[in-house]
Antibody, heavy 122, light 110 residues
């Protein structure tokens, strides 16, 4: 059974750093593309970042240069290193698995974690 | 900055049919953007409904369907039920490793 469990959220001051983890089971994080998606309180979903199976990484403009996505294949964990945090980064951060059929990407998210809350105080 | 538009809110009667849309402020949505749709209730993780425009995710009832209508992606719910009352989000793949979510539609069933 595929499961994604996020951790690492908390209260942090503006300008600080935090690393989120997403522990995966039932599949390998290195064989799928994996994303982080966030949701500010009372707001909609916002795509943050992706890491493809080949290692390529991409970011939303709102976090580019401040956030870094990575994975540890041996531990089967996805990470999001967040630096220079701002009040507007306050959100629940979900990790999501990219949907594939065989090896063909369909560019959507088929499994989601429940998320971890990051609160940035100014 | 690409903006993906959705109706902020919609209302449907129980048993009725509703079509939610997902578009660009300027330009057309096509299958090349791999539109997908998600349902979310407060405090819960999103649930995947539709991907690649019109493919239902595993376990999703066939009263949920996806399509391209005119220049937008569309999610149609046929025979709406009370527990369909949720927020619905579309997301479009822009290419080059970038996705953009719509602002979401709050669906009320009454």
């Amino acid at each position: 059974e595929v499961q994604l469990v996020e951790s690492g959220g908390g209260l942090i001051q503006s300008g600080g750093s935090l690393r989120l983890s997403c522990s995966a089971s039932g599949f390998s994080v290195s064989s799928n593309y994996m994303s982080w998606v966030r949701q500010a309180p009372g707001k909609g979903l916002e795509w943050v970042s992706v890491i493809f199976s080949g290692g390529g990484t991409y970011y939303a403009d709102s976090v580019k240069g401040r956030f870094t996505i990575s994975r540890d294949s041996s531990k089967n964990i996805l990470y999001l290193q967040m630096n220079s945090l701002r009040a507007e980064d306050t959100a629940v951060y979900h990790c999501a698995r990219g949907g594939l059929t065989g090896s063909r990407a369909h560019y959507y998210f088929d499994y989601w974690g429940r998320g971890t809350l990051v609160t940035v105080s100014s | 900055q690409t903006v993906v538009t959705q109706e902020p809110s919609f209302s449907v009667s129980p048993g009725g049919t509703v079509t939610l849309t997902c578009g660009f402020r300027s330009g057309s949505v096509s299958t090349s953007y791999y539109p997908s749709w998600y349902q979310q209730t407060p405090g819960q993780a999103p649930r995947t409904l539709i991907y690649s425009t019109n493919t239902r995710s595993s376990g999703v009832p066939d009263r949920f369907s996806g399509s391209i209508l005119g220049n937008k992606a569309a999610l149609t719910i046929t025979g709406a039920q009370a527990d369909d009352e949720s927020d619905y989000y579309c997301v479009l793949y822009m290419g080059s490793g970038i996705w953009v979510f719509g602002g979401g539609t709050k669906l009320t069933v009454l």
